[in-house]
């Protein structure tokens, strides 16, 4: 028999699929003097676990413990799941218009396509300024990590982020195929703890630990379920759990990449559907019970807490719920432990983070939406230029030397929010055009290989919510308290804010400069490039068919009970 030859997109060209290894052909890249090629190196099981882990980040794990202290565990238990629900529901936006088409430049070509090129080139930018920004958020949470056994009053937390930053820069300097195997061990470790740590906790809340005391909801009773915030009464517990949708959106952020790497994924047409149910399981089981039962044990007006009202960042307090709860449950050394654990989380996060924001402004400088020099690479086919501009951005991690830990961590989240509510709002108007244009065109839902559960009506209620979360998540920048920002918190209110005029400029802009209009759904380029991607799939199932065959009793156990989760 002949080898298999089938074709796949990348983000920047073509793979051809010869004999099992993957070679890639770059468009326009070849005999280039200036180097322009990546080595695309990162196999199915990196990308999967990469994206699985990308799920278990400081949102989680640290960004939790600040919504704890403002708002209480039944807020945070509400806010996790709604903002959870809206996520599944722009995830499932996604899914439909990958499982059509896995374009190679993922949701910023979908945009381009079905709505207009002014919001592809927007949102490639928005996503870039996402993860510049994530970075040195990461290194901040790191700091923040540390402080628990080291307090930023005898070692400078510029310390650890210079630590931090050369890793993590090293890391991703040294190659994709280093980068790919490293993440994938520490993405795989972080899925064991978090399963660990939510095992561990509910053990604890049964009276398991040393002390035997079972918590239950007695914190839900005392100090209560809702704690107030600006003022006393019902509107001051409203008030409260509004404050925790910028946590709640900001631990679900990077959710979306799963659904921009599925597009390099073979057989798309089963494993989209797949990954979106899996996104949905990963959100109630990551998110929705991790919240519930770190709520069982922390109370939140704990001093232990980091980021209450009355904890400090040295001694004792814990940037993380979690290790408080193991603080509060007398179990010894464990503290330390998961804060260890929780540390190599930030890590990885911060080194996934620059590798995503080098590879997005190379995938802009390829399409000529980015100055030229950031698509060029070495002989390795490592973007330096890139990977430069974007550790030059994480050195904003440095406001650390001069202001609280807890204060820069605010700012980035802030930051890092408007940009990813921007984001997901692109995508969830990408695929309202996406539905008008496949109407206009008389393309049945039959032929769809996956639809979103909600359809159009989904995105448009989950439209809705993420505009309103990003004009009101901040909201209280605008309350008059002098006691603590004098007459206006001018900082708070730039960083929560910052990225919608920014986000309209680019649009606008855009538009003006290339006098580009907007794509009707009667012209809107559905197809191009999909027969390429249903030859392949034909050609990768009778493969596995005639695989499955010959191997038919080889490796039973893996095929049943592990391949599900690659």
Same mark, same amino acid.
């Given at each position: ?277 899996? $996104? ?26 980091? /980021? ?49 924001? $080098?590879? $997005? ?161 009667? $012209? ?36 049943? /009970? ?5």
């Amino acid at each position: 028999m002949e080898p298999l030859k089938s074709e796949g997109f990348t983000e920047t060209g073509i793979t051809k699929q010869i004999s099992g290894e993957d070679v890639e052909v770059q468009r326009g890249g070849l005999g280039d003097p200036n180097h322009v090629d990546l080595k695309r190196a990162l196999k199915a099981r990196h990308i999967t676990m990469i994206a699985i882990g990308g799920a278990i980040g400081t949102g989680l794990i640290i960004g939790t413990g600040e919504a704890l202290a403002k708002a209480g565990p039944g807020s945070i238990l509400i806010a996790y799941a709604w903002v959870g629900f809206i996520v599944y529901l722009v995830m499932c936006a996604l899914g439909e218009m990958a499982a059509w088409l896995p374009l190679p430049s993922g949701f910023t070509g979908y945009a381009i396509r079905f709505v207009d090129p002014a919001l592809g080139f927007t949102l490639g930018w928005t996503y870039w300024f996402k993860y510049i920004i994530l970075s040195p958020n990461q290194m901040t949470a790191g700091a923040l990590v540390i402080s628990y056994w080291i307090p930023s009053e005898k070692v400078n937390p510029g310390v650890w982020i210079t630590i931090f930053l050369i890793l993590v820069v090293a890391i991703n300097y040294f190659g994709v195929k280093f980068f790919g195997e490293f993440e994938f061990w520490l993405s795989s470790f972080k899925v064991i703890v978090i399963l660990g740590i939510i095992l561990m906790s509910f053990i604890l809340m049964l009276g398991g630990g040393p002390t035997h005391d079972r918590t239950g909801f007695r914190y839900w009773k005392n100090p209560g379920a809702f704690n107030h915030y600006i003022m006393e009464g019902p509107t001051g517990q409203f008030l409260a759990f509004w404050s925790t949708m910028v946590s709640a959106t900001f631990a679900y952020l990077g959710t979306e990449l799963v659904g921009v790497t599925v597009g390099e994924a073979q057989n798309p047409r089963k494993t989209i559907p797949r990954a979106i149910k899996l $996104t949905f399981y990963r959100i109630l089981v990551f998110y929705v019970v991790s919240v519930l039962l770190v709520g069982t044990l922390v109370p939140y007006n704990s001093e232990l807490l980091a /980021f209450a009202t009355s904890g400090k960042v040295s001694g004792q307090a814990a940037a993380s719920p979690f290790v408080v709860a193991i603080k509060l449950a007398k179990v010894p050394v464990l503290d330390h432990i998961l804060n260890a654990c929780i540390l190599m989380f930030v890590f990885s996060a911060a080194n996934s983070d620059l590798y995503i924001a $080098t590879r $997005t402004i190379y995938g802009l400088a390829r399409e000529d939406k980015a100055p030229k020099i950031f698509a060029r690479t070495d002989r390795r086919g490592v973007p330096v230029p890139a990977l430069a501009i974007s550790a030059f951005i994480a050195l904003l991690a440095y406001m650390n030397v001069s202001s609280d830990s807890k204060t820069v961590f605010k700012y980035f989240v802030n930051l890092v929010t408007i940009f990813g509510l921007l984001t997901w709002i692109s995508i969830l108007v990408t695929h309202i055009y996406f539905v008008r244009a496949r109407k206009a065109q008389g393309i049945p839902e039959e032929s769809l290989a996956y639809k979103a559960p909600f359809g159009a009506a989904g995105s448009y209620f989950a439209l809705a919510f993420c505009i309103l979360i990003a004009f009101t998540k901040n909201y209280d920048v605008f309350v008059h308290n002098p006691k603590k920002y004098g007459n206006f918190d001018y900082k708070n209110f730039i960083t929560a804010y910052l990225g919608i005029p920014l986000y309209l400029i680019l649009i606008f802009g855009y538009k003006i400069v290339t006098k580009c209009k907007g794509v009707s759904p009667e $012209t809107a380029d559905l197809f191009t490039g999909k027969d390429e991607i249903d030859r392949e799939e034909a050609a990768y199932l009778a493969a596995k068919e005639a695989q499955a065959e010959k191997h038919a009793d080889a490796g039973w156990f893996y095929q049943k /009970f592990v391949s599900w989760l690659f």
